[in-house]
């Protein structure tokens, strides 16, 4: 699906070899990693995003933290310890069964804005909650620590109705190592001991096949990947064998043999589950692991997934490979699946690091998560709705707490995490974002300057004290069909590359050096995969949804506590296109004057034309984005 037209550039000022140096790194740091990644992303500490619509993204993520209560936060957890309780819960989830997820993604939202914008103020709020959890954790005395009662382990180890205890569990201990890792928390590592001990107690006894029978009895999120994160930084085996304990046969056994058997499953289960796979080879160097995780990427990219890059339909894949067409309802893309395939996808990278990789992650990242949050409030999405007619809905600041609230905490405190990847002396430059780049081993600054993607084009600019040989590699993106303009310090350079891929540069680079990459847009039709006259129109990378009024979109029903009363909304009709499948775009999709990014269809809609903006752009409206192609000569 992420492969465009086979149209071919010459590539680059010099040649690629198959395979780059190696270098030994991490995805996620720990330093303790069995495999030689060929390359591996900066500390979030040494990215900083320049004024642009990303760090503005961040700014409202940041905005957000700093409100919420910690006492409110806190209060079941300490219900939970025996402990007093100031103020009052939080709403929605956090009433719920799964109660306690959200201070999990808290943490490693905070971590990760402290990491991405040296928030000292937020980070002091972090490390104060996780004081507190440790006094709750000392309270009950065994090690547990959580919102909810460990009754709910006894249910699902005896695998009785309950929600998903060790999905909650596993956000808390993320939230907790990230503490460790960006913040420097040493409490918080201790509180997560205590809990992967408890754990361990509890789970010693099952065997094999009650294991497994509990792993299938109810989501059980990342527990292999938080467990194996864990033993990354403490170098205490207990906690890989416990995280292997968590990898589920259901899952891997198929995948192994190259077998789709995803139909009918949970996608917000599945996807964690190999995230702990990825992370289990890079520390163990399991070939099996890596292949699994290899093979799941590539069904899930390429036959379950929509034009956004977004998979999932009622939080499961309800159809088979390369089905889609009955796939667009109101519930279709969860976030936290867009949240999660972009992690496992930055681990492929660091083993391969294919330009396929990074033309999914950009298109995931623009339209599937820069595209969820509301530009008013900072709210977030749960479901990326594909049902024609719809419009956007998000999340309230006290009262929702989905899921998807919780990873929206991380999303958009990120956005530097995989904008550069490096190895001993070569450079990747993987995302277009306006940000500066410290790379310490090679006392070498790089600022991206762009604004991109209003703007397809982007400059970098050297800043280093004495002459540094390395090899910077730009990528050029699959939807770069028109070819690419480069410039070396204001001079055009012969490139010859094929979208897709990467262009090198190197050479001894001083102070002042500046690069130049125009990668012009074009507009192109992405079909479904099964029906070519079901298509959404695409400029570059970017999703167009085609605007359908405003009518009835008060707040009521565009920031909601139960996010599937949506399904009792109205929708509208979207028009249908009449024109062939197989003509160019560009010759019924045209420009609106004055408007940047804004196109309209020419005498093609039925009843009406529509006007289309990229989809990261689309707020207050109802929307269509895959359009009915009927032909001209039905109309």
Known sequence: MFQQRGIQMLLTIVVLSAFPVITRGAVWPSGREAVDLQAKPFDLRDVRLLDGPFRDAMLRTQEYLHELESDRLLWHFRQTAGLATPGEPMGGWEQMELRGHTIGHYLSGCALIHASM??????AKADAIVAELAKCQEAVGTGYLSAFP??????????????????????IYAGLIDMYVYCGDTQALDVAQGMARWAKGRLDPLDRDAMQAMLNATEQGGMNEVLANLYGVTGEKQWLDLAERFNADAYNNPLLLHRDEL????????IPNMIGTARQYELTGDLDDRHI??????????????CTGGTSNHEGWRSGPYRLVDQLSVESQESCCTYNMLKLTRHLFAWRPDAEYMDYYERNLINGIFATQDPKTGMCMYYVSMEPGHWKVFHTPRNSFWCCTGTGMENHAKYGDSIYFHNDDTLWVNLFIASELNWKDKSVKIRQETSFPEDSATTLTVQTA???????????????TEGVTLKLNGQTQT????????????????NGDKVELTMPMSLWLCPMPDDPNLAAVMYGPLVLAGELGNEDLTDEVTY???QRSQNRARNVEAPVMAVDP????????????????????ADVGRPRDVTLVPFHKLFGQRYTIYWRLTGRENN
């Open 466 to 480: 004495q002459p540094t040989t390395f090899d910077l590699r730009l990528r050029v993106p699959s939807w770069a």
């Open 118 to 123: 040296d928030d000292a103020a937020l980070k």
């Open 263 to 270: 139909t009918g499953l949970h996608v917000n289960s599945f």
């Open 293 to 306: 995780a290899e093979f799941f990427w590539d069904i899930v990219v390429h036959g379950r997934s929509y």
């Open 560 to 562: 909601l506590v139960n």
């Open 150 to 171: 460990e009754e709910f382990i006894d249910r699902v180890i005896a695998r009785q109705r309950v929600w998903a205890p060790w999905y909650t569990l596993h956000k």
């Open 582 to 601: 197989k003509t160019d775009p560009q010759t019924w999709v045209k420009p609106v004057a004055g408007r940047p990014l804004t196109f309209r269809t």
């Open 495 to 510: 490139v010859t590359a094929q979208p897709g891929s990467y262009l090198s540069i190197a050479r001894t680079w001083t």
